[in-house]
């Protein structure tokens, strides 16, 4: 169903970004440059980073991946939060809300997301 190699989960906060790959598992990065980087060198090609939408913490790790010509997807929160609870989870924590989003942005067509340019920015 899904095209890409890997999907990846985000679930960002101010300091540090968990992330739940659909074959790598979870890992965790600090939120900012550095840990981008490290995020980014470990990604394969042809994989999607799918995140939910939390204001300032997601829009710089959107930007620079999607300066990096990775595929990102920006995901409405509820949307996520309703996917949660559908599946009854009882668990709260980032490394599974980073899971849940992986899984969500794997059964389901989620949007590519469109940098804003410097300008705009």
Known sequence: MNKYKETYGVDISKDVFDVYGSLSGH???NNDESGFKK???GL???SLVAMEATGYYHYRLAQF???NAVAVSVINPLSIKRFIQMKLAKVKTDKSDAKAI???AQ???VPLYNALTEVQS
């Open 27 to 29: 890992h965790q990065f």
């Open 39 to 41: 995020f980014f060198k």
């Open 44 to 46: 394969p090609e042809n």
């Open 65 to 67: 991946l999607y300066k």
């Open 102 to 104: 992986c899984e969500y």
């Open 107 to 109: 059964n389901n067509a």
